[in-house]
């Protein structure tokens, strides 16, 4: 794998779904990073800058929509975000969207759509030219719905 290969962050507290997207990702050439909850996953946004999320909603902790919703409240978009969920309701797309998701695939899922639109995010505009954030909290000051980052 290139090590300028673009980065995926994973974000699901499933470990063996965590282990099956990280070995179709990066049988796809990309390069991976995961977090198991909403917290940890902000971390990882300031420490390696993903040029890609897939994002759980279901999750200890803080879920996938807080995640989106702390986001909002930085005031610096989120990389281009793939919900990849069990969760399909209608309602549940569209909150989604509207905290600043790309796409939004339910579980069980497909891999080569999995793949096709992992790669649609990746030609997003890339966040990479934006200047680095200041540094987050650590992680054990960090709460599920009290992130001031």
């Known amino acids: 794998m290139r090590?300028?290969?673009?980065?995926?962050?994973?974000v699901d507290d499933d470990e063996h779904i965590r282990s099956l997207l990280q070995t179709r990702l990066e049988l796809d050439g990309l390069r991976t990073i995961f977090a198991c909850d909403g917290i940890e996953a902000m971390t990882l946004l300031y420490s390696h800058r993903p040029a890609a999320m897939v994002l759980d909603v279901s999750m200890p902790r803080m879920d996938g929509f807080q995640m989106l919703e702390a986001l909002q409240r930085t005031r610096r978009p989120p990389p281009p975000t793939l919900m990849l969920t069990a969760r399909n309701a209608a309602e549940d797309v569209r909150r989604a969207?509207?905290?600043?998701?790309k796409d939004y695939l339910a579980k069980p899922f497909n891999d080569q759509l999995l793949l096709r639109r992992v790669r649609r995010l990746l030609r997003a505009p890339a966040l990479q030219a934006?200047?680095?954030p200041p540094e987050p909290p650590p992680p054990e000051q960090l709460r599920g719905d009290e992130l001031f980052l």
């Open 3 to 10: 090590p300028d290969a673009p980065l995926v962050l994973i």
């Open 97 to 101: 969207i509207a905290l600043g998701a």
């Open 130 to 132: 934006e200047p680095a």
